[in-house]
């Protein structure tokens, strides 16, 4: 997510300070359930007042539409849950989702309590690729459709999920609500697609799921026959990439390994491109950011290094982050290329972008438009953020005499320097020359500066596309681009900038966003979801034969109506 910054945070606020009892001690028992680690009473008592004082320091308006009393009323509701007993971490982690979840901010939220680096805690779920589609052109209402099901052929596709284990979708959206927060319907229903995936999730969501390998599903297929089935659980079928282009699709994707971005051409005379950005951090230059600060994880790094190399990846810092694929050449080697072959379209596709850094965002636009992009872009938005105390400690003193913060206070530099239509440092040539290498290097030569951009530039989004993948959505959309698909989970004008945490005695993780992000000034309403001008409605994607990459096919049928030859 743009301008990550992890931190640690120790602070109590004086009220809950006056009701702990000296900490507890972690002590694990012999308790049912996947996570047994046993917490006291107090232990449990000082986590939830750790957690509160963090949000409470880091959010711009962690109040939400209830007001600071409000946020309170809920905190002493959590409070007054748990039990004198103690209770597992698990369930801990439970009962802190829904007091996060009424922020309505979709990047401030609980880690999951397993990862996909440790699967053994966690088991498949339902084996289903979801499809989230607005209900039709005139009311964006999200639905949830099948897309693919492990075991089955096409007989279930284009199928409206409508129950699982028993329980209505729209009772499984209201349990998810509490659970996550979210920022609009299409983030939602999204936050639940997700949850769905996973073992811990259904047993969290859908308590009257008897735990086994099989998990019930209703459908109304796209015959309007209702359909029950008995789903043994699994991994989703992977319908995206090129080896599975079989399947009910005339257009293939580029093959990306982690995500780094790659392109191609989709006609023999190369008049069409296909950008694919999976996510907007697998490429050298986010890691050249942490070498050249000196500080930073390059762990992400490492594992690239292997997925890319397949070797042991060496212990050197400069050498590790210098091997990995560089989004500077893959996307000066992409306006090369499109400038000679006179390309008329490019197609930029973020569906599966759910965000890393907004470095990406400068590149593009230094690419396809240049400076003027930067201005145009950089120009017209502007962020409010919380102060800490670890960026006071980071800044030099000519800043601080300036700006004289205190911890927890509020900079509104950003939205008066909007006003004056003057670029945040994110538009500063300087910062990029300071902070990578490669783009560094490539603004310095200065050759490639708004080398291409085809008349035609669409932007395919998904209710999965978020934080940087949004940004990416965003800055080609004020450039004048199309957008395709489906509508983001993510409002227009959005908290991000996100900073962790680790509570002392459960060691959960937290993150909590540091800035207001106004994209979009212009919409008073605050923008709660970006509008796509062509939307994947059901009859579109029937229209498809239910291709999976019907947004893609949607986008060049679009194009050839405006005009242009399609072979």
Same mark, same amino acid.
């Given at each position: 997510?743009?301008?990550?910054?992890?931190?640690?945070?120790?602070?109590?606020?004086?009220?809950?300070?006056?009701?702990?009892?000296?900490?507890?001690?972690?002590?694990?028992?012999?308790?049912?359930?996947?996570? $047994?680690?046993?917490?006291?009473?107090? #232990?449990?008592? *000082?986590?939830? /007042?750790? =957690?509160?004082? %963090?949000?409470? @320091?880091?959010?711009?308006?962690?109040?939400?539409?209830?007001?600071?009393?409000?946020?309170?009323?809920?905190?002493?509701?959590?409070?007054? $849950?748990?039990?004198?007993?103690?209770? #597992?971490?698990? *369930?801990?982690? /439970?009962? =802190?989702?829904? %007091?996060?979840? @009424?922020?309505?901010?979709?990047?401030?939220?609980?880690?999951?309590?397993?990862?996909?680096?440790?699967?053994?805690?966690?088991?498949p779920g339902l084996p289903i690729d979801f499809q989230i589609l607005a209900e039709n052109a005139q009311r964006p209402?999200?639905?949830?459709?099948?897309?693919?099901?492990?075991?089955?052929?096409?007989?279930?596709?284009?199928?409206?999920?409508?129950?699982?284990?028993?329980?209505?979708?729209?009772?499984?959206?209201?349990?998810?609500?509490?659970?996550?927060?979210?920022?609009?319907?299409?983030?939602?229903?999204?936050?639940?697609?997700?949850?769905?995936?996973?073992?811990?999730?259904?047993?969290?969501?859908?308590?009257?799921?008897?735990?086994?390998?099989?998990?019930?599903?209703?459908?109304?297929?796209?015959?309007?026959?209702?359909?029950?089935?008995?789903?043994?659980?699994?991994?989703?079928?992977?319908?995206?990439?090129?080896?599975?282009?079989?399947?009910?699709?005339?257009?293939?994707?580029?093959?990306?390994?982690?995500?780094?971005?790659?392109?191609?051409?989709?006609?023999?005379?190369?008049?069409?491109?296909?950008?694919?950005?999976?996510?907007?951090?697998?490429?050298?230059?986010?890691?050249?950011?942490?070498?050249?600060?000196?500080?930073?994880?390059?762990?992400?790094?490492?594992?690239?290094?292997?997925?890319?190399?397949?070797?042991?990846?060496?212990?050197?810092?400069?050498?590790?982050?210098?091997?990995?694929?560089?989004?500077?050449?893959?996307?000066?080697?992409?306006?090369?290329?499109?400038?000679?072959?006179?390309?008329?379209?490019?197609?930029?596709?973020?569906?599966?972008?759910?965000?890393?850094?907004?470095?990406?965002?400068?590149?593009?636009?230094?690419?396809?438009?240049?400076?003027?992009?930067?201005?145009?872009?950089?120009?017209?938005?502007?962020?409010?953020?919380?102060?800490?105390?670890?960026?006071?400690?980071?800044?030099?003193?000519?800043?601080?005499?300036?700006?004289?913060?205190?911890?927890?206070?509020?900079?509104?530099?950003?939205?008066?320097?909007?006003?004056?239509?003057?670029?945040?440092?994110?538009?500063?040539?300087?910062?990029?020359?300071?902070?990578?290498?490669?783009?560094?290097?490539?603004?310095?030569?200065?050759?490639?500066?708004?080398?291409?951009?085809?008349?035609?530039?669409?932007?395919?989004?998904?209710?999965?596309?978020?934080?940087?993948?949004?940004?990416?959505?965003?800055?080609?959309?004020?450039?004048?681009?199309?957008?395709?698909?489906?509508?983001?989970?993510?409002?227009?004008?959005?908290?991000?900038?996100?900073?962790?945490?680790?509570?002392?005695?459960?060691?959960?993780?937290?993150?909590?966003?540091?800035r207001l992000f106004v994209l979009f000034p212009e919409e008073r309403a605050g923008m709660n979801v970006l509008p796509?001008?062509?939307?994947?409605?059901?009859?579109?994607?029937?229209?498809?034969?239910?291709?999976?990459?019907?947004?893609?096919?949607?986008?060049?049928?679009?194009?050839?109506?405006?005009?242009?030859?399609?072979?």
């Amino acid at each position: 997510m743009p301008g990550e910054h992890p931190g640690p945070f120790h602070a109590l606020s004086l009220l809950l300070l006056l009701i702990l009892a000296p900490s507890g001690e972690v002590v694990g028992q012999a308790n049912p359930g996947r996570d $047994s680690t046993w917490l006291h009473h107090d #232990s449990l008592v *000082a986590d939830l /007042g750790e =957690l509160a004082d %963090f949000v409470e @320091q880091t959010h711009p308006d962690p109040y939400g539409v209830d007001g600071k009393l409000g946020f309170h009323r809920r905190l002493h509701r959590t409070l007054r $849950s748990i039990p004198e007993s103690g209770m #597992s971490r698990e *369930a801990f982690h /439970g009962l =802190l989702e829904p %007091f996060l979840a @009424q922020i309505g901010d979709g990047h401030t939220k609980l880690q999951s309590l397993v990862t996909t680096q440790d699967p053994e805690n966690d088991g498949p779920g339902l084996p289903i690729d979801f499809q989230i589609l607005a209900e039709n052109a005139q009311r964006p209402v999200p639905k949830l459709f099948v897309r693919g099901v492990t075991g089955f052929g096409d007989e279930l596709v284009g199928a409206e999920v409508l129950a699982v284990a028993g329980v209505n979708l729209s009772v499984l959206l209201e349990r998810e609500r509490q659970r996550e927060s979210y920022e609009n319907d299409f983030g939602n229903l999204q936050n639940l697609v997700w949850r769905l995936g996973r073992e811990q999730g259904l047993r969290n969501l859908i308590p009257e799921w008897s735990v086994g390998d099989s998990i019930s599903v209703e459908l109304r297929l796209p015959g309007g026959e209702r359909r029950g089935l008995l789903l043994r659980r699994g991994t989703a079928p992977k319908t995206w990439d090129e080896a599975f282009a079989g399947v009910r699709t005339s257009v293939s994707l580029p093959l990306t390994r982690v995500g780094e971005p790659v392109y191609r051409f989709l006609d023999p005379e190369r008049t069409k491109a296909l950008l694919r950005l999976d996510n907007t951090w697998a490429y050298r230059e986010t890691f050249e950011v942490l070498v050249k600060r000196g500080r930073g994880n390059l762990n992400w790094a490492r594992s690239f290094y292997r997925t890319y190399h397949g070797t042991t990846p060496p212990a050197d810092t400069t050498r590790l982050v210098e091997a990995l694929p560089a989004a500077t050449d893959v996307l000066r080697s992409l306006v090369e290329e499109m400038r000679i072959a006179d390309t008329q379209t490019l197609i930029v596709d973020l569906r599966r972008n759910s965000g890393g850094t907004s470095a990406i965002v400068n590149m593009l636009l230094y690419y396809l438009y240049g400076r003027e992009g930067w201005r145009q872009f950089f120009g017209h938005f502007y962020t409010i953020r919380r102060v800490t105390s670890n960026e006071l400690e980071e800044r030099d003193s000519a800043t601080v005499s300036r700006f004289p913060f205190r911890a927890g206070d509020y900079d509104f530099s950003g939205e008066f320097r909007a006003a004056e239509r003057t670029p945040s440092e994110a538009g500063d040539e300087s910062y990029w020359k300071a902070t990578t290498i490669s783009f560094g290097e490539e603004l310095e030569r200065n050759t490639y500066e708004g080398y291409y951009a085809p008349p035609h530039v669409i932007a395919l989004v998904s209710p999965g596309t978020f934080s940087g993948g949004f940004w990416v959505a965003a800055a080609l959309r004020r450039m004048g681009a199309r957008l395709v698909g489906v509508s983001s989970g993510q409002a227009g004008n959005a908290f991000a900038n996100v900073r962790y945490t680790t509570l002392s005695r459960s060691h959960l993780r937290v993150g909590v966003s540091s800035r207001l992000f106004v994209l979009f000034p212009e919409e008073r309403a605050g923008m709660n979801v970006l509008p796509v001008d062509l939307a994947l409605t059901f009859d579109r994607w029937r229209a498809t034969g239910f291709a999976p990459n019907a947004e893609l096919l949607m986008a060049l049928d679009s194009v050839a109506a405006a005009g242009e030859v399609r072979e």
